[in-house]
């Protein structure tokens, strides 16, 4: 059983710098364990992420994860608490999988030696140990994937955010990536953005919807799965219809 | 990163020992020694003419690291380390690669010449260069596509060496340290203005890095921080060596290695121990010989600094390629010092015209011959009716320039002690500066 932990956003805003139309302003709290956030392309799902992984400083308002805030004294103790993986993976030229998770653990905060050590075992963690001292330019696309994931969870955080994780990769990718995710010790709550809502019934708790730069629903997933109309062939796609539908 | 990693795939790290054996061949082959003596700043500053190489293949390097960050999506990254921090470690072997490549061609300079001590401030200065050229190397990798940050880095950085000399502008030289291999002769030590001028104009290209890495401004800024800082610290730079100012200023403290022989003392500096039981013995022997013309010298010749209120104490400058014949005219100049090729000028020249520096010439060529030097080199110099070069004495009225051997061959033609009257006159118009001197010997 995954642990849950409280995610706090308070009158968050943010609006890119070359783009005036978008502008996201969020005021949301989860305490649930596993969360799937969705929403269309551009709802500014990524950006909420961005948000909360302390990527992107928000304009105003308050981010908290499990009490530590974001802009406080204790942002270094919320970034190694907060793992974050992106949407786009770009590894370091050049290293090999565990150097490159230890560079990570090292931006993190941790110590050298330790974020060596500790590799070691995140690697076996995303069933890639063996491939410690592959480049990380000689691997598989679904390998790249759980490298990122690694590196996410090298600092053993309490909070993992996986934005658009399993997009590109084949059926059969998207199923491992799912099972590793769910295999996920349990002390690790997560939040997912994703606009794949076909298998959300199978791994996550907690649902909530995006549009437009703002939280337009929020609840848990028999809640969410309760409105798709009846005889749906695919409930949870037909209940997020209804919700997106019901925003515009 | 770790060191194993950063040695494994940083090309600073695989660039250093190509370039060690590259540039020892290139500096051994290029540099052109003067007198070899063992001046660890004269041969420290003659080994930074590799600079010129070194810090654009390392600063290039440092942009290949850049580039990598950012292509490894790093700057995007939720980090707690900061980002100089993480710049740092990222560039670090560029610079310990050409720091290393730095001092081992400073070793195969200074080693064959002896137990040389390298001078500590010009490869600080040095470094100080190193350093900020990597850093903007790093930062350049960042902003731009690899295959133009490398070229712009490496030919850029070149340039900052090569057009200033191309320019010939003081103050360019100054600021960008290409005055370094310009460092000294013994009786010179680095001038303290260039190496402010370094530190300035290097500490603002670390300081609009670092503010920029950390601030991540829009790229409009970028030109704006760097021109602010770099004309604050030219203005800095320019106060402490204005343009026209040498890379050298004059050796401070007392040669301290003395050699006596007949009652002459010859004080040199460590650097020319070898040297002082020659010139002692070639200034015993003038000296001899101009007391025995009646002529009262000074009994010391020292290097360095001289007491000048001492009338039995003179300055001097040698150098391991002085012959006997140079020896002498270089114990005429301190005796019978004159434009333009007095070391030390009397104390009321810094206050007045130094009108009777016009004897200088002549005086010095009575000395010179009387102390034995061979009269092809007083030929050299006054043959053919040759004299005083005007420009040197613009003061001197111009009945005085006359040609030099017809003149002193009135002198000689004089009985001994008239003509050791006429050199005493004339040298104690010298220390006058505002009189003018009994030059015609009738």
């Known amino acids: ?155 053993r955080p309490s909070l993992l955010l996986l934005d658009e994780p399993t997009a ?40 909530a919807i995006m549009s437009e730069g ?8 028999t809640r969410f799965m309760g409105l798709a109309t009846d005889g749906s062939v695919r409930p949870a796609e037909a209940a997020y219809r209804t919700i997106v539908h019901e925003s515009d | 990163m770790r060191i194993r990693t950063l040695l494994r795939v940083a090309p600073g790290a695989w660039l250093a020992p190509v370039m060690v054996g590259l540039l020892v ?5 290029s540099i052109t020694f003067g007198p070899r003596e063992p001046y660890g700043l004269y041969l420290t500053a003659r080994a930074m003419n590799g600079l010129g190489l070194i810090v654009p293949v390392f600063a290039g390097t440092a942009a290949w690291e850049g580039a990598r960050l950012v292509r490894g999506g790093v700057w995007g990254l939720p980090m707690t380390r900061h980002r100089i921090a993480v710049a740092a470690w990222s560039f670090l072997p560029a610079f310990v690669g050409g720091l290393i490549v730095l001092v081992v061609t400073t070793m195969a300079v200074l080693v064959p010449q002896g137990l040389v001590v390298p001078d500590m401030v010009i490869l600080g ?40 000399r191309v320019a010939g502008s003081a103050w360019l030289r100054h600021m960008s340290g290409t005055t370094l291999e310009l460092c000294c002769t013994t009786d010179q030590v680095l001038s303290p203005g260039v190496v402010v001028s370094i530190v300035a104009i290097s500490a603002a290209i670390l300081i609009a890095v670092a503010i920029l890495l950390t601030r991540r401004p829009r790229m409009g800024v970028y030109p704006v921080v760097f021109l602010v800082l770099l004309i604050v610290a030219s203005g800095v730079a320019m ?33 020319h121990r070898e040297l002082a039981p020659r010139v002692s013995r070639v200034a015993a022997a003038a000296v001899d010989a101009w007391r025995a013309a009646g002529v009262t010298v000074p009994t010391t010749f020292r290097e360095g600094e001289v007491d000048k209120s001492d009338p039995l104490t003179a300055g001097i400058s040698v150098r391991s390629t002085n012959s006997r014949n140079s020896l002498i005219e270089l114990l005429a100049v301190a005796v019978a010092p004159h434009f333009p090729v007095a070391r030390d000028e009397p104390t009321c020249a810094a206050t007045h015209e130094w009108r009777s520096s016009i004897a200088g010439p002549y005086v010095w060529t009575w000395l010179a011959t009387e102390a034995g030097i061979d009269h092809q080199s007083v030929d050299n110099y006054f043959g053919g009716g040759a004299r005083p070069d005007s420009d040197y004495f613009p003061d001197a009225p111009k009945s005085l320039i006359v040609p ?13 002690p008239a003509q050791a009257t006429w050199v005493r006159r004339n040298l104690r118009a010298l220390a006058q500066c505002d009189v003018l001197p009994p030059l015609d010997p009738g």
């Open chain 1, 168 to 207: 590109g990769l084949d059926p059969n990718q998207r199923s491992n990536f799912r099972d590793l995710v769910a295999g996920l010790p349990g002390e690790v709550a997560v939040l997912v953005s994703t606009h794949q809502v076909d298998d959300i019934a199978d791994t996550f708790d907690d649902v």
């Open chain 2, 125 to 164: 200065s040095a470094t100080v260069i190193l350093l900020a050229q990597v850093a903007l190397g790093f930062f350049i990798g960042t902003i731009a596509p690899r295959a133009i940050a490398i070229p712009v880095v490496v030919l850029g950085s070149f340039m900052t060496f090569v057009l200033p």
């Open chain 2, 239 to 271: 106060a402490a060596a204005p343009p026209t100012q040498r890379p050298y200023a004059e050796r401070t403290g007392t040669a301290d290695v003395c050699e006596t022989r007949d009652g002459v003392t010859v004080c040199v500096w460590p650097e």
């Open chain 2, 25 to 29: 061949l290139y500096v051994a082959s």
């Open chain 1, 1 to 155: 059983m995954t642990d849950a932990i409280s995610v706090r956003l308070s009158e968050v805003s943010y609006a890119y710098r070359r783009s005036g139309s978008f502008k996201l302003t969020v005021s949301w709290a989860t305490v649930s364990p596993r969360t799937v956030l969705l929403g269309p392309n551009g709802a500014g799902k990524t950006t909420m992420l961005s948000i909360i992984a302390g990527v992107l400083r928000p304009a105003s308002g308050h981010v908290e994860v499990g009490g530590l805030s974001l802009d406080g004294g204790d942002r270094a103790a919320y970034l190694r608490a907060v793992g974050w993986m992106p949407q786009q993976i770009a590894p370091i030229a050049g290293l090999s999988c565990r150097e490159q998770i230890a560079y990570v653990g090292w931006l993190k905060g941790l110590g050298k030696s330790e974020a060596w050590d500790r590799a070691v075992g995140t690697l076996a963690d995303v069933d890639l140990a063996e491939l410690a001292d592959r480049r990380t330019s000689d691997i598989s696309g679904g390998q790249l994937r759980r490298i990122s994931l690694a590196q996410a969870l090298i600092t």
């Open chain 1, 214 to 221: 703002a939280i337009v629903w929020h609840g848990p997933l």
């Open chain 2, 404 to 416: 030099v051997l017809p003149l002193l061959e009135k002198v000689w033609e004089l009985p001994p």
